[in-house]
């Protein structure tokens, strides 16, 4: 019943920003975290961040260095993910994920989207 369409995606040069959007349903949203992770050919799986709908606290992967940030709109039931001085090294697919807060899984993903940093 989960739903996830991620959005926003796209070509940006190095130093750009992007906003990515995920736009859920289906879930009970104060039992959920909402992770955002990316992937790229060849690489392992990276964790990006991951904000809670119940109190929204907000973790981010170690790379992130500022740079990123999480947000959400309860009301549209859309979580953001802000990127700015993007670096090619960030050219991925990106996904967002849910999570029951009490499971060490995420069991429902999205169907990614492309982010393409140039030099």
């Known amino acids: 019943q989960v739903q996830l369409i991620e959005s926003g995606g796209g070509l940006v040069q190095a130093g750009g920003s992007l906003r990515l959007s995920c736009a859920a349903s289906g879930i009970t949203f104060s039992s959920y975290l909402i992770g955002w992770f990316r992937q790229a050919p060849g690489k392992e799986r990276e964790f990006v961040g991951s904000i809670s709908w119940n109190n929204g606290n907000t973790y981010y992967g170690e790379f992130v260095k500022g740079r990123f940030t999480i947000s959400r709109d309860n009301a549209k039931k859309t979580v953001y993910l802000q990127m700015n001085s993007l670096k090619p090294e960030d050219t991925a697919v990106y996904y967002c994920?849910?999570?029951?807060?009490?499971?060490?899984?995420?069991?429902?993903w999205g169907q990614g989207t492309q982010v393409t940093v140039s030099s």
């Open positions: 994920a849910a999570r029951l807060i009490i499971t060490n899984s995420y069991n429902y």
